[in-house]
């Protein structure tokens, strides 16, 4: 059973930075693709961004491309989520999100299995 636990988020101001963290446990995490999916108040959960197994495939959604950039650290077992350019509407949980398969892409419906607790993210104008 892989354990995601997510840091970094915190309280913003509109144009600052963060920058996300995922920590996985043990060896649940080379070989598999992971993603970035956050969800705000009253919204369903959504897509952010996806890294592929080897991290040489990235996708994002419309809405942060140019603004948000993810990566991974095999070696360290981590994934980041850089966040440049937060607006108000990036105002959300973020979770960090796991392939059930392995070697996966990390594209828009890959199956992520395996969630983490999530970090706050408030961006204000």
């Known amino acids: 059973q892989v354990q995601l636990v997510e840091s970094g988020g915190g309280m913003v101001q509109a144009g600052e930075s963060l920058r996300l963290s995922c920590a996985a446990s043990?060896?649940?995490?080379?070989?598999?693709?992971m993603g970035w999916f956050r969800q705000a108040p009253g919204k369903e959960r959504e897509f952010v961004a996806g890294?592929?197994?080897?991290?040489?495939?990235?996708r994002y959604r419309d809405s942060v491309k140019g603004r948000f950039t993810i990566s991974r650290d095999n070696a360290k077992n981590m994934v980041y989520l850089q966040m440049n350019s937060l607006k108000p509407e990036d105002t959300a949980v973020y979770y960090c999100a796991r392939d059930r398969r392995k070697y996966g892409s990390g594209y828009p419906g890959t199956d992520f299995g395996s969630w983490g607790q999530g970090t706050q993210v408030t961006v204000s104008s």
């Open positions: 043990g060896r649940t995490f080379t070989g598999y693709a």
């Open positions: 890294i592929s197994w080897s991290g040489g495939d990235t």
